[in-house]
């Protein structure tokens, strides 16, 4: 069964400076997808960044980026300029790839604080 | 185009009733699946309805059910309810399930006393 781990229960970063949140995954598979949800207080799932495992380059969205090792199955994600707004829970989640292949693993969750 | 949509958003329920959650997914989607969210256990799949197949489950006991209508919509339930039920519920929809990114609803969260 695969298994995702984030080690790092809470951040915090001082608004404007660079967080990285940590995420390794455990996975038999040689193909599947990885992302980045963000949960705000409000509760709502949003999708921050996602990587095909099949793809060398590290995705990257405006001022998130991820440090994808697929050997290490190590997938972290960079905030660059943290934000108020990127005050949340943020979660790192498996995906097999395959037909019909839908269930999410996630990790346990960060809670990123960011201090003004 | 509007996202996903879950009603109620929040209920309150005794122990042994039950209860039904409903979910809209965006238009043209037709994969919805469901997860779990709980302090203790984290996120957990439910499962998964495809063109109103199940097409996956999750780990849960045999009173977690659910079902897909004809326009996409799905509902789940929850019979003889249990104080550990108490959670928020999340569905999430994509366009066929297989490749494409899934995208949250806002949850119910449910309160069962």
């Known amino acids: 069964a695969q298994t995702v781990t984030q080690s790092q229960p809470e951040m915090s970063v001082q608004e404007a400076e660079t967080v990285t949140l940590s995420c390794t995954y455990d996975?038999?598979?040689?193909?599947?997808?990885l992302f980045w949800y963000k949960q705000p207080p409000s509760r709502q799932m949003i999708l921050v960044i996602r990587q095909e495992a099949y793809k060398q380059q590290n995705a990257t969205e405006n001022r998130f980026s991820v440090n994808f090792q697929k050997a290490a199955k190590s997938f972290s994600l960079k905030i660059s300029d943290s934000q108020l707004g990127d005050a949340a829970m943020y979660f790192c989640a498996y995906r097999r790839l395959s037909q019909g292949a839908q269930k999410l693993v996630f990790g346990q969750g960060t809670r990123l604080t960011i201090n003004p | 185009k509007a996202g996903v949509t879950q009603t109620p958003r929040y209920l309150i329920k005794t122990r042994g009733q039950q209860v039904t959650l409903s979910c809209s997914p965006i238009?043209?989607?037709?994969?919805v699946s469901w997860y779990q969210q709980t302090p203790g256990q984290g996120l957990q799949f439910l499962f998964e309805y495809f063109s109103e197949t199940q097409r996956n489950k999750g780990n849960f006991p045999g009173r977690f059910s659910g079902r897909q209508f004809s326009n996409s919509r799905s509902e789940m339930n929850v019979s003889t309810l249990e104080l550990g039920d108490s959670a928020l519920y999340l569905c999430?929809?994509?366009?066929?399930?297989?490749?494409?990114?899934?995208?949250f609803g806002p949850g119910t969260r449910l309160l069962v006393l």
């Open positions: 238009s043209g989607h037709r994969s």
């Open positions: 996975t038999s598979e040689s193909d599947y997808y």
């Open positions: 999430a929809s994509s366009f066929s399930g297989s490749y494409e990114t899934q995208y």
